[in-house]
């Protein structure tokens, strides 16, 4: 019980903190340009990474037209998460040995007492990205690594990164004319904006192999739940069992009453013409998946 609250302060308290400062600052910092290019550029970038980092370029769950493939890797890039083969290479590793030796971050690394768990979380979370040794893009990624087109766009990172740290200013600052809208709309739509995203996304890593629901039956040892809070911030992703259990599943959230933000979007550029292949939920594996409740004893 007290590693389930402690969890849940850890994810919860960031956000709390946040919505008391915005009272504190409206009118003096804070403007409804500065929330509207927050939202917009945080659901742009976070889309960027669960629909093309993840579910397109990692999982294939999805086939895309070539604007759309440089579209998604661009996108991706600008939530500063890292170039898109590197991660990919990551995220397919953890897939490979998921909270097992060679994953390189399961919070389970270091045993399963409250103590240790603290400590997995902290390296699931954040650590883990500080560490020397990389995983191999040759081994994890050769498809993209062929993709001329695309290493070319994994090599402009910066680039990219600049451009979602600074647009925002550049919007603000036009918008109003001042440098004080500029300095703004860099604070709340470039800096906090991109502190949020990656407190979202990399509690996918931490806290959803902790602590939630495992309604699904994942392979081996891992540990995926789906937790709740997180799924409108995370456009879908924390409903992390599911994708655990069916990997290249285009919907994560399967159940009723899931809301599936990046389903949605890439159900959208399917009835658009730029999607095909979609792999969608199947009922026979999705039954076949599903975790049978204990017996009970008479």
């Not at 979380?121 to 695309?150: I, N, Q, V």
């Not at 949605?264 to 076949?288: S, Y």
């Amino acid at each position: 019980m007290l590693e389930i609250v402690t969890l849940y302060v850890i994810v919860v308290v960031p956000f709390l903190a946040l919505a008391a400062v915005v009272p504190a600052v409206w009118g003096w910092g804070l403007s409804w340009l500065d929330v509207g290019l927050a939202i917009g550029f945080y659901f742009f970038t976070l889309l960027g990474v669960t629909v093309g980092y993840h579910r397109y370029f990692t999982h294939g769950s999805f086939r895309a037209k070539r604007p759309l493939r440089l579209g998604l890797a661009v996108a991706g890039s600008m939530a500063i998460q890292g170039p898109v083969v590197q991660w990919v290479a990551d995220h397919r590793r953890h897939h490979a040995f998921s909270d097992r030796d060679g994953d390189p971050h399961s919070p389970w690394r270091y045993g399963t007492d409250l103590h240790s768990v603290l400590k997995g979380m902290f390296h699931a979370h954040l650590g883990w990205l500080f560490e020397r040794r990389k995983t191999s893009m040759e081994r994890y990624a050769p498809d993209l690594l062929k993709d001329s087109a695309l290493v070319r766009t994994d090599r402009m990172f910066v680039v990219w990164a600049g451009i979602s740290l600074f647009l925002p200013a550049v919007i603000g600052g036009l918008v109003t004319m001042s440098w004080a809208g500029a300095l703004s709309a860099f604070f709340w739509a470039g800096l906090v904006r991109i502190a949020v995203l990656h407190h979202v996304t990399w509690s996918i890593n931490s806290v959803c192999h902790v602590v939630g629901d495992r309604p699904f039956v994942s392979p081996g040892r891992d540990r995926a739940t789906n937790f709740w809070p997180l799924a409108i911030l995370s456009a879908g992703e924390s409903w992390h069992n599911l994708h655990h259990a069916d990997p290249t599943c285009a919907r994560h959230g399967v159940l009723r009453g899931q809301i599936d933000i990046s389903a949605r979007v890439i159900w959208i550029f399917e009835k658009l013409g730029w999607a095909w292949n979609v792999k969608w939920p199947d009922p026979v594996r999705l039954a076949a998946k599903r975790r049978q409740p204990a017996a009970v004893g008479g």
